[in-house]
């Protein structure tokens, strides 16, 4: 999807700025079909097809019609919601009925979330850390380490008391993100939760990671915004070598584990000032992707809008 640049002030901070003024129907269509492309290729790798898609997409349309574009204190009609989006008005009537599925809320893999927690207080508090901010091995229970030493039991509880620590530690050597040595030390693989996921890990982690991102865009885009847009940025290269895009790839995980375990600390210590503070509160993800695609031919035309020079990085948001 292509946007343009995210305005600065001064500080070098995002300006903020008013929506993106009146609808547009041509451009939204011409971003969606590009969309629309990788999740073509998904539907047709697992067996899905267009009729049973189509009632997914009238779903999401009514749903979010009553959701976001109801009218204060009175929601929103059959009839409203079907002159929003264009769905039939009996069938508003049905799928306001069906259950909606709520990532969050019922996760598909009740383990991971928890066990990707975990992995995270393991990378960003500090007693859990070497001097050179890397991961420490963690005795597998308290008996195992050196008296008054943190232990992966203890870490365990600290993120939640409801599962036992065995239970996780079998979750995380199973997506192979740890190892439990024959000593009882558990070792974190990476500097990060980065899973061997089975197909029920990958769809969760697409359905939360995508929809997020494009929450992001989408908020950024919206015509009456009257917030400061959300940081939607990437940078690209052409032109480039196999071995160039891996070392490149390499350099992208280097990065986001750098970044991680900073944006992680730093949360963490947010949540804990947070505790007891009375109002809304809020939650926020904070993703990378790296992806490479065969150009199709040495000098590939940008998308529309892009001015791409020759193997330089642009920023876009």
Same mark, same amino acid.
């Given at each position: 999807?292509?946007?343009?640049?995210?305005?600065?002030?001064?500080?070098?901070?995002?300006? %903020?700025?008013?929506?993106?003024?009146?609808? +547009?129907?041509?451009?939204?269509?011409?971003?969606?079909?590009?969309?629309?492309?990788?999740?073509?290729?998904?539907?047709?790798?697992?067996?899905?097809? #267009?009729?049973?898609?189509?009632?997914?997409?009238?779903?999401?349309? =009514?749903? +979010?019609?009553?959701?976001?574009?109801?009218?204060?204190?009175?929601?929103?009609?059959?009839?409203?919601?079907?002159?929003?989006?264009?769905?039939? *008005?009996?069938?508003?009537?049905?799928? *306001?009925?069906?259950?909606?599925?709520?990532?969050?809320?019922?996760?598909? =893999?009740?383990?991971?979330?928890?066990?990707?927690?975990? =992995?995270?207080?393991?990378?960003?508090?500090?007693?859990? #850390?070497?001097?050179?901010?890397?991961?420490?091995?963690?005795?597998?229970?308290?008996?195992?380490?050196?008296?008054?030493?943190?232990?992966?039991?203890?870490? =365990?509880?600290?993120?939640?008391?409801?599962?036992?620590?065995?239970?996780?530690?079998?979750? &995380?050597?199973?997506?192979?993100?740890?190892? &439990?040595?024959?000593?009882?030390?558990?070792?974190?693989?990476?500097?990060?939760?980065?899973? *061997?996921?089975?197909?029920?890990?990958?769809?969760?982690?697409? !359905?939360?990671? $995508?929809?997020?991102?494009?929450?992001? !865009?989408?908020?950024?885009?919206?015509?009456?915004?009257?917030?400061?847009?959300?940081?939607? %940025?990437?940078?690209?290269?052409?032109? &480039?070598?196999?071995? %160039?895009?891996?070392?490149?790839?390499?350099?992208?995980?280097?990065?986001? !584990?750098?970044?991680?375990?900073?944006?992680?600390?730093?949360?963490?210590? !947010?949540? +804990?000032?947070?505790?007891?503070?009375?109002?809304?509160?809020?939650? $926020?993800?904070?993703?990378?992707?790296?992806?490479?695609?065969?150009?199709?031919?040495?000098?590939?035309?940008?998308?529309?809008?892009?001015?791409? %020079?020759?193997?330089?990085?642009?920023?876009?948001?």
């Amino acid at each position: 999807m292509s946007n343009t640049p995210t305005p600065a002030d001064a500080s070098g901070n995002p300006a %903020q700025r008013a929506g993106a003024g009146l609808p +547009e129907p041509a451009l939204a269509a011409e971003a969606i079909a590009r969309v629309l492309q990788p999740l073509a290729r998904l539907m047709i790798d697992h067996g899905l097809q #267009l009729p049973s898609m189509v009632d997914l997409l009238k779903k999401a349309l =009514v749903d +979010e019609a009553a959701r976001a574009y109801g009218v204060a204190d009175k929601g929103s009609s059959d009839t409203r919601i079907s002159l929003l989006t264009g769905v039939h *008005r009996k069938d508003v009537k049905r799928l *306001r009925i069906a259950p909606q599925v709520d990532i969050d809320a019922t996760p598909l =893999v009740p383990l991971v979330p928890l066990a990707a927690t975990v =992995v995270a207080c393991w990378i960003s508090e500090p007693r859990y #850390l070497n001097a050179d901010q890397t991961a420490r091995p963690l005795a597998r229970t308290p008996g195992r380490g050196l008296p008054g030493e943190s232990d992966f039991t203890s870490l =365990v509880a600290e993120v939640s008391r409801d599962v036992g620590a065995r239970a996780v530690l079998d979750e &995380l050597v199973r997506l192979g993100v740890v190892e &439990l040595r024959d000593d009882g030390f558990v070792v974190l693989k990476t500097n990060g939760f980065v899973p *061997r996921e089975g197909l029920k890990e990958s769809f969760h982690f697409l !359905a939360a990671n $995508v929809s997020e991102h494009l929450n992001a !865009a989408v908020h950024n885009l919206a015509p009456d915004r009257t917030t400061p847009p959300k940081l939607e %940025q990437s940078a690209f290269s052409q032109n &480039l070598t196999g071995a %160039q895009v891996e070392q490149l790839q390499q350099l992208a995980r280097r990065l986001w !584990a750098k970044a991680l375990q900073q944006f992680l600390q730093t949360a963490t210590v !947010a949540e +804990e000032r947070s505790e007891g503070v009375e109002g809304a509160k809020y939650r $926020v993800h904070f993703g990378v992707y790296f992806n490479d695609t065969l150009q199709s031919s040495p000098a590939e035309t940008p998308p529309p809008g892009e001015a791409l %020079q020759k193997n330089k990085r642009k920023r876009k948001s």
